[in-house]
T-cell receptor
Framework: GQNIDQPTEMTATEGAIVQINCTYQTSGFNGLFWYQQHAGEAPTFLSYNVLDGLEEKGRFSSFLSRSKGYSYLLLKELQMKDSASYLCAVRDSNYQLIWGAGTKLIIKP | ETGVTQTPRHLVMGMTNKKSLKCEQHLGHNAMYWYKQSAKKPLELMFVYNFKEQTENNSVPSRFSPECPNSSHLFLHLHTLQPEDSALYLC??????????????FGPGTRLLVL
């Protein structure tokens, strides 16, 4: 079966750095997405990786290793507004999106 | 950002009721999706429409009935639901269906409670 694993919950301190990991086993690979979802709101697109390496976008970076079936989302200079759930999703060989259950990130002052 | 809107935002219904969820996208996209989101579970894809034609039905019970009258509007008709159907129902749209970098844009969801 297809599977996306990410930690259920993480806690970090305002101003710090946090890394949210995502491992996947899917039938084929056509890209990996990260979304942010604040409580009661729509998931919003953060990043897309299809080649190995690091993609940087402001305070957020996303890394992909296809050979390891592994990605991480790195958040720097954490702000209270970064408290949200972070969803990892992989596009498989049928171009279907397979979703993880999300990681709830709690930021403490 | 109001690219994808959903109404109602909250809905409480009994198991014998009939209700409909509405989704509208203002992005000029051709594909629309219904997802179910339950606590601590991955998003479950329910239905996909591309150019108004249903292209995916992921073994969804018949008590959920989608309707897509045009590329901008999507409905989910609900009848004789069960308490386990209580969840957040998310609508999404994308320019096309499933190209590698194709990004889906989500609405805020309808929080459904079935009593």
């Amino acid at each position: 079966g297809q599977n996306i694993d990410q930690p259920t919950e993480m806690t970090a301190t305002e101003g710090a750095i946090v890394q949210i990991n995502c491992t996947y086993q899917t039938s084929g690979f056509n890209g990996l997405f990260w979304y942010q979802q604040h409580a009661g709101e729509a998931p919003t697109f953060l990043s897309y990786n299809v080649l190995d390496g690091l993609e940087e976008k402001g305070r957020f970076s996303s890394f992909l290793s296809r050979s390891k079936g592994y990605s991480y989302l790195l958040l720097k200079e954490l702000q209270m507004k970064d408290s949200a759930s972070y969803l990892c999703a992989v596009r498989d060989s049928n171009y279907q999106l397979i979703w993880g259950a999300g990681t709830k990130l709690i930021i403490k002052p | 950002e109001t690219g994808v809107t959903q109404t109602p935002r909250h809905l409480v219904m009994g198991m014998t009721n009939k209700k409909s969820l509405k989704c509208e996208q203002h992005l000029g996209h051709n594909a629309m999706y219904w997802y179910k989101q339950s606590a601590k579970k991955p998003l479950e894809l329910m239905f996909v429409y591309n150019f108004k034609e249903q292209t995916e039905n992921n073994s969804v019970p018949s008590r959920f009935s989608p309707e897509c009258p045009n590329s901008s509007h999507l409905f989910l008709h609900l009848h004789t639901l069960q308490p386990e159907d209580s969840a957040l129902y998310l609508c999404a749209s994308s320019q096309g269906q499933g190209g590698g970098a194709e990004t889906q844009y989500f609405g805020p969801g309808t929080r459904l409670l079935v009593l």
